[in-house]
């Protein structure tokens, strides 16, 4: 029983069930699966023009959105925990849920905007894009030669057998 309900346990088990892949491709993968097993509609990507027209417009206003951002966030934490107060629970029903995700997104949002990176040309966004992309690529191919080792080429021959024998003959 979750806060004095009985469990979704279909919704549940249709989670725990979801492939390897997915578990292994990371938490916005994951959310994305179950926002689509909540609402049985896969979800919609958003469209990249409109994602860097907000972004620039954030970046604009910079001094404005920083103290919007933490302003509603703090404004957002008071309210979940006066309602928690008044209905004498420590947690919010799971229509309500989703507000205790906004306040850590409208702060890194206010972080975000409280400190550009500006280019010699002017614009943020294409610097900060590209040097974004390029780090990207860097972690792919740093997570590619990590995965291609093998673990014996982590641990000599020698402490693989050591351990193997302490463990009990356990194969390593």
């Known amino acids: 029983m979750l806060a ?12 725990a069930l979801l ?6 491709a990371g938490p916005e993968r994951i959310a994305s699966l179950i926002g689509e097993i909540r609402t049985g509609e896969p979800a919609k990507p958003v469209r990249r023009d409109l994602l860097e027209r907000q972004a620039a417009r ?6 404005v959105m920083e103290v919007t951002a933490k302003a ?14 008044e209905a004498r629970t420590n ?13 850590p ?3 890194r949002i206010a972080s975000g905007v409280a400190h550009p990176v500006a280019d010699s040309s002017g614009g943020t966004l294409p610097a900060e894009r590209s040097r974004l992309e390029a780090r990207i690529a860097e972690l792919e191919a740093e997570l590619s030669a990590l995965r291609a080792r093998s673990p014996q080429g982590v641990f000599s021959k ?15």
């Open 158 to 172: 020698a402490f693989c057998e050591a351990a193997g024998k302490s463990l009990g003959d356990r194969k390593m």
């Open 72 to 85: 509603v966030a703090a404004l957002i934490d008071e309210t979940v925990l006066e309602y928690m107060r």
């Open 19 to 24: 492939a390897d892949e997915d578990w292994k």
């Open 91 to 103: 947690c919010l029903p799971d229509e309500f849920l989703l507000l205790n995700a906004i306040p």
């Open 58 to 63: 954030l970046i604009r206003k910079a001094a």
């Open 4 to 15: 004095g309900r009985p469990g979704e346990w279909a919704f549940l088990r249709q989670v």
């Open 105 to 107: 997104i409208l702060r």
